[in-house]
Nanobody, 121 residues
Framework: QVQLVESGGGLVQAGGSLRLSCVAS????????MGWYRQGPGKQRELVAA???????NYADSVKGRFTISRDNAKNTVALQMNSLKPEDTAVYYC???????????????WGQGTQVTVSS
């Protein structure tokens, strides 16, 4: 019913930048909070940044001042601008959206398939 597709991952040197994008499509009535999560090797998935439909944001302490989350409600997209990347930012990054599915009235969590970010030292 709803699909999330991420793009923008890749390999970058420490100190570099990457921009991740995620677009949601399908039977969407509206989207509540959207967020980016990551899972590094041998680690649990963790919240990186989240943004409400009104634009309020929340960041993990480890990325504050380096990462910026933004969204376009009209296009059902969310982006993550990542600056001053560090090797410890290496992970698979996932997009998540709390979506009101058209015709159901229900709110469901959807996840993208993930995009790899690798930061070399």
């Amino acid at each position: 019913q709803v699909q999330l597709v991420e793009s923008g991952g890749g390999l970058v040197q420490a100190g570099g930048s990457l921009r991740l994008s995620c677009v949601a499509s399908g039977t969407i009535f509206s989207i509540n909070a959207m967020g980016w999560y990551r899972q590094g090797p041998g680690k649990q998935r963790e919240l990186v940044a989240a943004i409400t439909s009104g634009g309020s944001t929340n960041y993990a302490d480890s990325v504050k001042g380096r990462f910026t989350i933004s969204r376009d409600n009209a296009k059902n997209t969310v982006a993550l601008q990542m600056n001053s990347l560090k090797p410890e930012d290496t992970a698979v990054y996932y997009c998540r959206a709390g979506t009101v599915v058209r015709g159901t009235g229900g709110v469901y969590d959807y996840w993208g398939q993930g995009t790899q970010v690798t930061v070399s030292s």
